[in-house]
């Protein structure tokens, strides 16, 4: 799925397109609807840079075996495309 951010949007919020990737993500992440490898993959980062990045906003990781095997599948998934 891609999600079209218009020009007029970025140029207000004076954002990125990596920036934006990085809100949804740490906004998912926060609601619990994404894992921590989801929302790092969505934000284009590593799971310790979208750590890092979690700790610079003060939103505590929450990763339980739930979570450890929804990373498994993913990346089972990824090393398959």
Same mark, same amino acid.
């Given at each position: 799925?891609?999600i079209?951010?218009? $020009?007029?949007?970025?140029?207000?919020?004076?954002?990125?397109?990596? $920036?934006?990737?990085q809100?949804?993500?740490?906004? +998912?992440?926060?609601?619990?609807?994404?894992?921590?490898g989801?929302?790092?993959?969505?934000?284009?980062?590593?799971?310790?840079?979208?750590?890092? +990045?979690?700790?610079?906003?003060?939103?505590?990781?929450?990763?339980?075996?739930?979570?450890?095997?929804?990373?498994i599948?993913?990346?089972?998934?990824?090393?398959?495309?």
């Amino acid at each position: 799925m891609t999600i079209t951010v218009p $020009d007029d949007v970025l140029r207000a919020t004076q954002m990125t397109e990596n $920036d934006i990737r990085q809100e949804l993500a740490i906004a +998912l992440f926060a609601r619990d609807k994404l894992t921590l490898g989801q929302a790092s993959h969505l934000a284009g980062l590593s799971q310790r840079e979208f750590r890092h +990045l979690l700790a610079a906003r003060e939103i505590t990781v929450h990763y339980d075996v739930e979570d450890l095997e929804e990373d498994i599948l993913t990346l089972k998934k990824r090393e398959q495309e």
